[in-house]
């Protein structure tokens, strides 16, 4: 089997969508497909179940997705070792950071990293949500910018940001010119949310705020990227609940709410604590003392 059929696999390890590994490696469903019975054939068993309606991981196809990140890593950091040898870099390192969003606060800890560490590369790759997961237990990526879980509580991680939720809203919404909003008074709305197979935890983060305001949110529609999100509530398909600094993409278009009693939006600068590359702690360093300055850092 091929570095390729080990990265399709591990991607869909992770998303568990046909469809949006695909749209995320930039190649067909039909040659997801191929790649995954290649390997299935080379191992000799069933390593997924798949229905029109879900994707699972076999027991052998969980087993395989953990040696698969661990080759992956592997490799990718021969790869590097390689590079650096070759150009005589003393030290690179590489942040996956989400496609679809802009984000000043990683502006400010890379122009602070790249004036502290000059003699370091720092290499930036925007991706999906589900591929930063990915890359970062393959090896591809030695950091992510990302929104932690319990499901990922194999990387370590610092607090970068905390930002407010808003009830994002219809221009003519009655709720629209209140100050700020409740999240019980948004019980019987209607909601349109992040895709499940674009952002698990922003997904279900809504279904947890709403239960644990009493009710259970009535979802309409799902996009796959949040200027799809406040492009449908824009045009009146439902109300959303984003962050704050997002009201800027939307042009006046939407009503930003401010949410009292929800937790803030958590961002975490997210690395695997068994990644044996020696610039990690440069990065780690000047992330830390950039939360130190802003918010109170939360390092795990």
């Known amino acids: 089997m091929t570095i390729f059929q080990l990265e399709c696999f591990l991607a869909l390890s992770q998303s568990l969508n046909f469809t949006q590994t695909a749209a995320d490696m930039y190649i067909t469903q039909p040659t997801l497909s191929r790649s995954i019975a290649a390997i299935e054939q080379e191992v000799g068993t069933k390593l997924l179940l798949r229905s029109t309606k879900s994707v699972e991981l076999t027991a052998a196809g969980k087993s395989f997705a953990a040696d698969c990140a661990a080759i992956l890593k592997q490799y990718n950091n021969s790869l590097e070792n390689a590079r650096q040898a070759r150009d005589g870099v003393t030290g690179a390192l590489t942040l996956g ?47 992510i910018i990302g929104a932690s879980t319990s499901e990922q509580e194999q990387f370590s991680r610092l607090l970068l940001s905390e930002r407010q939720e808003c009830a994002v809203l219809p221009v003519g919404h009655p709720l629209a010119g209140e100050q700020t909003l409740r999240m019980e008074q948004l019980n019987g709305e209607q909601f349109v949310v992040i895709s499940p197979a674009a952002s698990v935890s922003g997904y279900y983060l809504l279904i947890k705020n709403a239960n644990k305001a009493g009710f259970a949110p009535d979802i309409v529609a799902t996009a796959d990227c949040v200027p799809a999100v406040m492009m449908l509530v824009a045009c009146g398909v439902g109300i959303s609940v984003l962050y704050q600094d997002l009201a800027v993409h939307s042009q006046g278009r939407v009503k930003f709410v401010p949410l009292e009693e929800v937790d803030p939006f958590k961002r975490w600068l997210m690395w695997d604590k068994e990644n044996p590359n020696p610039a990690l702690p440069a990065l780690i360093h000047c992330a830390a003392e950039y939360a130190a300055s802003g918010v109170s850092p939360c390092h795990e």
Not at 108 to 114: E, I, W
Not at 116 to 132: A, F, G, H, V, W
């Open 97 to 143: 950071i989400q496609q679809d969003t802009f984000e000043p606060f990683v502006v400010d800890v890379v122009r602070k990293f790249q004036t502290e560490y000059p003699d370091i590369r720092l290499q930036l790759k925007p991706m999906s949500i589900s591929n930063l997961l990915s890359g970062l237990s393959s090896g591809a990526l030695d950091f």
